[in-house]
């Protein structure tokens, strides 16, 4: 049984979570490679066709555009891997990491809040469940560890909306998958561009989403504020390193 002797960081936090949802979440990854290429076009195509209406309900914690596009390009990989495993382990791993960032983020935003109030409940919940902490544990975190905004110039202004880059993100996500599974087999450089065209997609949505949660902070701190800065700064951090792996 744990007993307290120091509270427990973001890092600890991580290593519990990785430690105990790696396996699991690599084979989840895995296993859905192999029905990808049908059930992943029509849903693209669908929400392609919607517009940005569907997205609206969503941020930078789990805008499903983010899974979608590291699904495709994951599968793009896979199909040339002899081994696929250890491509995929670092994914889960870095997936993983972000969640904890994420999931941390939410808990401090409403950890003030009554027991009884289902927001707190939720964000307790998913802590108990990635890591295996029992809610004292959880509630002993040392929140200091979470980032801080840097008392700094906000982000450069993207160029384009939220919505403008998730729509670019469908639309070159789309055509990756197309074109990898076309036949006869596309030329390498032509799909390694296509494959840089989905991540620098990537990444400006999730600019996007940091330079929002920036102007959120100048409107006002507050706890929901923060986290929301939180949230969209691991988001941008975890585009940013798989635009290089």
Known sequence: MWRPNGPDDLDSACDDAVERRLEPRTFELLSRMADLVVSRERQLAHFEAAGNEYFRAFGAG?????????????????????DPEPRMREVARRLLEFEQARDWAVLAGVRELPRSDARLDAALMALRISTGWSEERIMSFDFDSLPVPEKALPPVRPQRSVEACGAELLRATRALLALAAASPPP???????????????RVALAECYLHRAWEGLRSGRSPATLAAWRIAKARYELEKSFSGL
């Open 187 to 201: 030329e390498k450089p032509e799909l390694e561009a296509a494959q840089t065209r989905v991540r620098s997609a």
């Open 62 to 82: 789990n805008d499903p555009r983010f899974v979608w596009a590291h699904e495709v390009e994951c599968y793009v990989q896979l199909a040339a891997a002899s």
